[in-house]
């Protein structure tokens, strides 16, 4: 087993990610997958959004990247428009090729903020066809969303993460069609339901786990439509309360091992018509792929990616879609053949560009012909291999963004002092204010705030800084009957994160007993499960969990 030249810890190489580095053509990794994937994740800010001016037209615009950057701002129009061309290059055979790329970066304008086809949208970052949406990460084809990530296909929500299809539901996480659900967590094809977890097909369920095709259920016993109604009132009033209870009720019931629906030679975790890939999250349509996050629309012989849709055989790469053949890229659609290269979009053949639209044969953003291309690529990739780099990702110092701005933070948190230990960026200064708080007793009651609340200061319950309700948000839960929540979105958004399993995997074995499943003792079948082994969760084989349940 190598060791990883970053963290020290010794990690797998597995014979199919041999045949697969064969085929792209790439020296097998140094790093292992995690610190791989932390430095794919410290190029993408998603959260940490600055009001700034565009740097050629200068209007009032939003910005991943804060006033004392260095780099230049564009807005979309004027980034996507033909009033500038990017800078260029003359590759330098004495400098080392990656400081000659920052170089580069700096001197290249940069999409202020990543959204595509969105109306009155302009928080969302990283999101396609949202309308009349506010504060939502990674989303596609949304309408009147609020503080929501990577929720596909939904309506009239708040609050809900890795869904699919949803309406007027409020914290919702890994839940798939659901219509009036609060508090659910892989919950499908329900409607009218609270804090429940694992249920399929039910209707008017509170505090319910494992259930199928039921109706009228309070933890998991029948009820009347009188009493249901009385119970879900009261939970509303208090809902963190009611989910404590919920909680240690729903440790008394097996969970499977993974959410694998139709897939064959796979590990991982919320996988969907999936083949031979493994160590996978939250993927649809993979097949030949492995250490991929977030791939919501199919890839094929892609290993280590976040944030792709429908790409085919690239590796190491974030934010990419529609595209094959990349290597160590950042932000880049509809492409081929790129290498190195940042915010590039429509082109094929290129080695370190940056800010390319419609580009071919580039080094540097500087044209060669096909041959020259060919020649000179071959000697920056050998000196890149010499090096043990070539194939890894821009080293963390070159982020156009500071560590605490990016999403790694997030999934590999470090402190201040950590941070700079390892010459990277830390920004002391995110937007927020502390202290300015002019309303501090709020009633849970919401039949008792006035539209007027939505002047009010609010201070965050757990890190103290400043939020406040925006008017579409206060509607919301007036109509769903909830409460104002206590904590600022950015800390709903790390408590939900929470509530998953880590996107890591650990050999355990079946925990379950029950001589009615046909073993005797204890079940010996083997998986690979995100539960680690000190989770107080029982996790049962899909047999097993099978019989459970049905």
């Known amino acids: 087993m190598p060791t990883c030249k970053n963290c020290q810890q010794q990690f797998t190489i597995y014979p199919e990610d041999k045949i697969f580095y064969n085929k792209i053509n790439v020296p097998e990794p140094t790093f292992c997958p995690d610190c791989r994937c932390q430095s794919r994740l410290a190029w993408r800010n998603e959260r940490i959004l600055y009001p700034r001016q565009c740097d050629s037209c200068q209007k009032n ?28 290059l003359d590759y330098d055979p004495s400098v080392p090729f990656l400081k000659q790329y920052n170089e580069l970066l700096l001197k290249t304008p940069h999409l202020a903020m990543i959204s595509t086809h969105g109306l009155n949208s302009d928080y969302c970052a990283h999101s396609a066809d949202y309308k009349d949406c506010y504060r939502c990460i990674s989303g596609i084809k949304g309408e009147e969303l609020y503080y929501c990530y990577w929720v596909i296909n939904s309506s009239e929500s708040a609050d809900c993460a890795l869904s699919f299809e949803l309406q007027k539901c409020y914290e919702c996480v890994h839940c798939r069609n659901l219509f009036n659900g609060i508090f659910c967590f892989d919950c499908e094809g329900c409607s009218d339901i609270a804090f429940c977890l694992d249920c399929f097909s039910c209707h008017n369920c509170l505090g319910c786990v494992g259930l199928r095709h039921k109706q009228y259920q309070i933890f998991n016993q029948p009820v009347s439509p009188q009493k249901f109604a009385q119970a879900l009132a009261e939970a509303k009033t208090d809902p963190f309360k009611f989910y404590q209870e919920f909680y240690q009720f729903s440790l008394k019931f097996p969970r499977i091992f993974a959410r694998l629906r139709h897939c064959e030679k796979s590990t991982g975790e919320y996988l969907y018509n999936c083949t031979d890939s493994h160590h996978c999250f939250e993927g649809e349509e993979l097949e030949e792929c492995a250490y991929l996050w977030n791939i919501p629309q199919g890839a094929s012989a892609m290993h280590d990616a976040a944030y792709a849709a429908t790409n085919e055989m690239s590796f190491n790469n974030v934010s990419i879609i529609r595209s094959k053949y990349l290597v160590s890229t950042c932000t880049c659609w509809d492409c081929a053949f790129l290498t190195y290269c940042f915010q590039c979009f429509y082109s094929n053949n290129l080695f370190g560009c940056a800010g390319q639209k419609h580009g071919g044969y580039k080094i540097l953003n500087k044209k060669y012909s096909e041959g020259e291309y060919k020649k000179l690529v071959s000697k920056i990739k050998m000196e890149l291999i010499s090096q043990d780099k070539y194939g890894q990702f821009f080293p963390i110092e070159f982020s156009p963004f500071t560590y605490n701005e990016s999403i790694a933070q997030e999934y590999y948190p470090l402190s201040r002092d950590e941070v700079i230990k390892n010459n990277w960026q830390w920004q002391d200064n995110l937007p927020s204010t502390i202290g ?52 600022c979105f950015d800390c709903r958004h790390l408590r939900r994160l929470k ?39 029982l996790v049962y084989c899909e047999d097993c969990y099978n019989k459970e349940i049905y």
């Open 499 to 537: 509530q998953r399993n880590p996107h890591k995997l650990w050999q355990r074995q079946c925990m379950c007993q029950n001589t009615n499943h046909g073993h005797k003792g204890r079940c010996t079948s083997q998986f690979a499960t995100t539960y680690a082994p000190n989770r107080p969760e």
């Open 436 to 487: 300015k708080e002019t309303a501090k007793n709020i009633p849970r009651d919401i039949s008792q705030i006035d539209d007027s609340f939505v002047n009010e200061i609010l201070a965050c319950t757990v890190c103290g800084r400043n939020y406040k309700i925006i008017v579409q948000e206060l509607k919301f839960y007036k109509d769903m009957g909830l409460p104002i929540p206590q904590e």
């Open 61 to 88: 615009i939003i910005s991943f990247y804060s006033p004392d950057k260095p780099y230049l701002q564009y807005c979309p129009d004027c980034w996507w428009g033909d009033k500038w061309a990017a800078p260029v």
